[in-house]
Each structure stands twice: as structure tokens, then as C-alpha cells.
């Protein structure tokens, strides 16, 4: 097989059609957008299914979708693991945060962790913390559009990648300004529902020419791999030595604790107009994503028996070209066009529901609350929003074509980890923790933050990885040098639990007492949703 | 419940970790124990969200409801 496969030209034409699509309804759906409510949660209309579908959307990355498929098909059992974590984190959104979330916020993150503290500093932090998590969130989605395209536009050459990505970033703009919340969410129920189809599609196709037995497909997967055996049973990547082990349940750690600190996921809890119907979101969601995940098993495995392991690591894009050769193997051209233009679409509905939450959190915490302290009109902050959303979209491209040969798989553990250690620690606490005071929420974000970014500016994966035989780059960010003192690549086992630790510390050692009379208010309002923010837009 | 799943699943990370041998036994055909295993997580995890929500929606939503009536009523 050559460089790309398949036909560029069926490719490109296939995914224009998709962004034609999208756009007529952002268009539509976009004439009523009006206050600040509308461009932030779309005037909290949508239904607990349509949420749950845009929020699956939103969380199937690039990543998921051809990262876990080339994952599976390598390294087999622990690709299936990884998939695990990302499922099981959702009972952490479920039963602690999403509609205690719902009921107190109004528009981010920060709405919740500030409530009963003092404004300014928890806002500042939990802003700072959320454009972090996006920003790592983004220039992995970015970078991986660069890749991306090589195999499947046909596109090569750094110019021509560069290109592509601000292409991407235009795009993603343009959806944001014109459709806001709305507009975004529907790209993304649209690509769930085209991403999780292709899927179906693909797994019975494979399932079809093993009998329709999961144990034929594998039998097939481990006759063809190199790994044999070993390719269905535990280890065969974090099973190396006690290093990778702790390394596998830090990652572990990071994926479980992550998501429910995931600023872009927590922002599509506003976009319902009631707690319940948060919960029947997530109900959505857990269904659709599990759903997929146990097509990425079949997927992975067939990719394994029917492409190869030797062919999947040559082409031009990796692990992540797995889904793309298993499409191209089953369906030739026509089906390969259509999964790479889900896996571009994927990317576009991602980095723009990054780039609004970053837009939101910006607009409404740092300009509206920190600098003006609230003496700010809705119009104003909008305009505030959509002004940081170009240039979030405009730091995303140059971003992204700096980072373009960057390990995606890296950037995406990055945000996770970040996203578990300063996020989620200070929102439990905020919701469940009567004593919790504002030094505290500000030690704990700032701890978490600062913490796992060191450990992994320090760790392996930014320097001193030894080059693996055959290859000629060590596997590590930084080549040619070494100051890593870290040695678990993912910081989430050490930085997790200090966050939580100085959450606590800054707490019993904070001067001010907290207030206990808002607590009360705060556990009244996130359990019956008296005072909640109510919808803006009838059915 | 929370603190239940999230034993049950590092119990499935720490069984793949440290006992690859146990977990590769095969128990029909190429499908191990591990496969068993993760498949079983997700089982457990339909189950508790369903559990969850039943719970949700008889219990928790009228008490709630009545509550933010009472509130609401009154202001």
C-alpha cells in the first residue's frame, strides 16, 4: 500500500459535503441566538438525549476513535484497558457531579467553585486551570488533524499540513461566531451519530467474516501478530517492568478522576434545562460511549487480523491509520472516505467545543467577574467571548502547527492529568465539604495545576527516553538531552492526591472561616434545584 | 456506590497489572479472563448507572421537587 490510501478526491469531497451540512443547520439554528445565555448553552434547550448524544460527540475524540482502534490492534488487551477507564470515569459524572453541577453554575466551571467563596481568586484560578486543560486539550486535537490528513487527503509536506490545520482552525472558528453553543452542539450530535454508525457498521462487517464470534476475531488478530498469544492477555505494554505497571495505574488514576474535571464536558451540563434532564444526559452518554467502545474492541482486533500489525506501524500515520486500513481493507474506497471524513469531522466538533468553553470561561470569569467585577452587560461579555474565541482559534493553529510531530496520545494524558488534579479535587470539595474555604479551592487548583506540570515537564516523555531498538528518535519530546527526574510518565498517582491533600490543608489553615450559611444555600439549591438557572427558550 | 465501582475497577487494573497469568487463563475458546473481565465492567457499569437513575427518579425527584416548591412558593 502506498503513502495515502484510497482516493484523496472521494475523501475531501466526502467531508466539504459534511461541512456544507453542518453549516446550513449552525445557520439555522443560529437566527435565534440572542443573550449571553444563548451563545454560552444554547438558552439551556436542548433535551437530555440530545446532550448526551452532542456530549458523546464531544468526547469521542481523534484520540478515542483512532488512538484506542490502533491501540487494541498493537498492543491488544491493554488497548482494550485504556477504553475501560474512559467508560468507568463516567459514573464519577453520574453520581457526583453533573447534576449537583446543573442545578448551582450558570455558565462554567468557575460558577460552581466560586459560589460560596470569595469571587475573584477562585474564579481566577478555576479560569486559568480551565484555558490550561483546553489549551493542552486543543493543540492535541490540532496536531492531530496534521496527521490525520497525510494519510487521508492526500496532503503531505509541511506546508501543505500546516495548512490543513488552519484550515481546520478557520472552520472551527467560523462555527463558534456564527452558531455558539447551539450551532456547536449540533455539529457534534451529527458526528456522534455518523461516528458511532460507521462503527456499527464496520464491527458487524468484521463480526461477518469471523462467523459473527468475537473468539474467531481474536484467534485470527493473535495468529497474525507478532505478539502471538500474549496479544489477548495483559502486558503487552504496561506489563514491562513494576515502572510501567505504576505508570499504567497512575494513567488509571488520571482517566477516572479526569473526565468529570473536563471543562468542555462540565459546560454541556448547562445547555439542559433541568437537573434530571442532566441525568438523562449522562444516561445518553454512558450508553452511546460504551456503545462504542465495545465496537473499538472488534475493531481493534480486526485490524489486527485483517491489515497487520507491520502494515498498520508503516503507514504514514501509526497506531492512529489502524481504523482508517481497517476501512479501506473491508469497504475499499467509498467506506475509507467516509471514516476519514468522521475522523476529520471528529476533530472539527472537538476543538470547537474547546474553543467555546475556553471563549466562556474567558469572557465570563476572567473579563466580566476578575477585571470588571461583574459590573458588565451580557452584550459585552459576549462580545468579550467571541473576540477570545478568534483568538483561541488563532493560538490553536499556530499551536497546532508547532506541535504538529508532537505524541498526541502525550498532549491528550497531559490534559487528563491536569484536568484530575486541578479540577476535580476543588469541585468535590466545593460540593460536598462544608468547611472547604476559598484558600483552600485557590491552594488546591494552583497545587494541582503546578504539580502535574512539572512532573511532566520532568518525566520521560519531555526528555531522556532511550531510542528504542530500530528506530532513530527516542520516543521522548526532547531529543539529545535528559533532565527527567520523574520516572512515571503519567503524574496523575502523585499530583491527584496532593491536590486533594492541599485542598485540605489550605482549608483547616485558612483564617476566614467558610461560610457555612452559603454552604447551606449551595446544598439546598444542587440537590432540589431551587434557584437553578431555568431555561430561556421554550421547546 | 461510587466508592464500590471505583474498588471494582482498580481491582480489574491492579488484576492486569500484576496478574497477567491469571487473567490470560482461557475460559471458552480465545476468550480469556481479562476479556471476561472488562467485558464485565461494562456490564457493571450499565447496571449501576440504571440502578442509579431508578433511584434518581423515585425517590430523590419528588423529595426534591416538594422542596423547591416550598422554596419557591414562599419567595
Redesign the interface.
Known sequence: MNATAGSPAVNMTIFLAFVAVTMFIVIRASRTNRTASDYYTGGRSFSGGQNGTAIAGDYLSAASFLGITGAIALTG??G??YS??F??A???A???VA?LLRNTGKFTMADVLAFRMRQRPVRMAAAISTLAVSFFYLLAQMAGAGGLVSLLMGVTGNVGQSLTIAVVGILMIVYVLVGGMKGTTWVQIIKAVLLIAGAALMTFWVLSKFGM????V??AA?DNSALG?KL????AK??LSTLT?VD??SL?MAL?LGTAGLPHVLMRFYTVPT??EA?KS??WA??LI?LF??FSLVLGFGAAALVGADVIKAAPGGANSAAPLLAYELGGTLLLGFISAVAFATILAVVAGLTITASASFAHDVYANVIKRGKVSTDQEVRVARIAAVAIGLVAIVGGILAKDQNIAFLVALAFAVAASANLPTILYSLFWKRFTTRGAVWSIYGGLISSITLILFSPVVSGKPIPEGATKSPSMLQGVDFSWFPLDNPGLVSIPLAFLLGWLGSITDPNKADTMKYAEME?RS?????AEKATVAH | MTVAFLVWYFAFVLAAVFAPAWMAQPVGGNINRGIVFGLLQFVSTGLITWLYVRHANNKLDPLATEIREDLEGTR
Open positions: 488487551f491493554d482494550f484497558l475501560i477507564g467508560l468507568v463516567w459514573l464519577v453520574l453520581l457526583l447534576e464470534s468475537l473468539s474467531n481474536m484467534g493473535a498469544d489477548l492477555a495483559p502486558g504496561y506489563g505497571k499504567f495505574i488509571s477516572v437537573s434530571k441525568r449522562v444516561v454512558i450508553s460504551g467502545y465495545l439546598v440537590l432540589t434545584g431551587a434557584g
